[in-house]
């Protein structure tokens, strides 16, 4: 009986180390549960042998692999898109206001030298519009990047408590 026991074990073990290998390659759960589910074993299999147990949690904690891509859901890429448009957009419009403030400065250049330029005065109050001009846009780009970090926090904050929520119960 006890060489039976010996076997079975033997068999689980065997089982156990397949289901690593397999996640290991291809990405998969490297959670004991995860593991334990498939290998078809018992939570507590993996708990009572200590160097299975060991490796899961080596397995976990190394990283990714060259050439081998983790897992991404597609809400993730999405909204990495959504971002990543977000992004071309303001560039694109600071682009374009830079291009506006370069034509700007090119043109009184050139009137200046032309010697008809405007008086001191109108000159002292368009350098300062230019000046405000450029401080509103640094803030409006300060405003969209916390926006976009706060709406970061909150998908993620979102997926954790979906994730929660969603969970599977062990039955002990």
């Known amino acids: 009986m006890s060489d039976g026991r010996r076997a079975d074990s033997a068999r689980r073990r065997e089982r156990v180390l397949k289901a690593l290998d397999s996640a290991v390659k291809t990405g998969g759960d490297l959670t004991v549960s995860g593991l334990a589910r498939a290998a078809r074993v018992d939570r507590t299999f993996l708990y009572r042998h200590r160097d299975l147990l060991e490796r899961v949690h080596v397995a976990a904690s190394t990283p990714v692999e060259e050439g081998r891509v983790a897992a991404v859901s597609r809400i993730s890429l999405q909204t990495d898109l959504a971002n990543a448009l977000e992004r071309n957009k303001r560039l694109a419009a600071r682009v374009r206001q830079l291009e506006k403030r370069l034509s700007t400065e090119l043109g009184e250049r050139v009137w200046e030298a032309s010697g008809l330029g405007a008086s001191a005065d109108i000159d002292q109050l368009q ?19 916390r926006t976009e970090e706060l709406d970061a926090a909150r998908a993620a904050n979102r997926e954790l408590t979906r994730a929660l929520n969603h969970a599977p119960q062990d039955s002990r």
Do not use: H, P, S
Request: aromatic share 0%; no cysteine; hydrophobic share 30%.
């Open 127 to 145: 350098r300062r519009i230019n000046v405000l001009e450029q401080e509103l846009a640094d803030k409006q780009g300060e405003l969209e990047e």
